[in-house]
């Protein structure tokens, strides 16, 4: 075992998002300093939970992870591993009413 030299990145606020409609924000904090976001492109009516359906846009991923291309640019912390070398990351996501 070799003591894991990551976090790479200060833990930090990345991201928060707020419904005016329900009054919900979501923030996200990571150890990680890139954050890949999915919106839903490519639903089209798929079925979802309790008969509920899911349309273009109808939800979003925020995904923690490294800056796209960081193995190969020295400016950017790198998310290349060793042998032996443990990974370990932290990211929260916090829900609050306002």
Known sequence: YV???F?????KKVAKLYSSESGISMTVLS???GLQIYTGNFLNGQA???GSTYGK???ICLET???PNSCNDKRFPSPLLEAGTKFVSRTV?????Q
Request: glycine content about 8%; aromatic content about 20%.
């Open 57 to 59: 846009h109808s939800g």
């Open 93 to 97: 996501y916090k829900f609050e009413l």
């Open 65 to 67: 992870q490294f800056y």
């Open 7 to 11: 976090p790479a990145c200060p833990f």
């Open 3 to 5: 003591e894991p030299s």
């Open 48 to 50: 979802g939970k309790d």
């Open 31 to 33: 150890d990680l300093c």
